[in-house]
């Protein structure tokens, strides 16, 4: 056999080296884009239940009877939502809820709460 100079393999192992890091590089970058789009899901889910069973409270308070109080908060496992209510005008009575979730993030929303049918009528996220 004679001895063949012309680099047969260094070429093959370089572009299978390329491929293989070019296909870990790509499923590295899909992993990462997963893991945040669940996490980001998470939070909006978890303002999207706290949000709800604010208004839920509030609307029980309307529906015993009660005042909704000018100012107050509900605490949860990882956020505290803080509202405020305005003076009714007519039957409707404007409350702006301000959620703070322990991981940083803070969302911002108005709710209208009709006071003769004792339920939420409209709601407004505010960015």
């Known amino acids: ?25 790509f499923r590295v970058e899909q992993l990462l884009s997963e893991r945040k789009m669940f996490y980001e899901t998470t939070v909006i889910l978890q303002e999207e239940y706290y949000f709800h069973s604010s208004f839920k409270k509030i609307e029980k308070i ?5 005042v909704i109080p000018v100012k107050g908060s509900f605490s949860f496992q990882k956020g505290n939502m803080a509202y ?4 009714p005008i007519g ?37």
């Open 62 to 66: 309307i529906q015993t009877g009660g």
């Open 84 to 87: 405020q209510a305005d003076n």
């Open 91 to 127: 039957s409707v009575q404007k409350v702006s809820f301000t959620l703070k979730l322990n991981s940083g993030e803070t969302v911002t929303g108005r709710s209208y709460f009709d006071l003769a049918a004792k339920k939420m009528i409209k709601w407004n996220e505010i960015y």
């Open 1 to 25: 056999m004679r001895k063949s100079e012309r680099g047969f393999t260094y070429p093959l192992t370089l572009v299978v080296l390329i491929l293989f890091l070019s296909i870990f590089s």
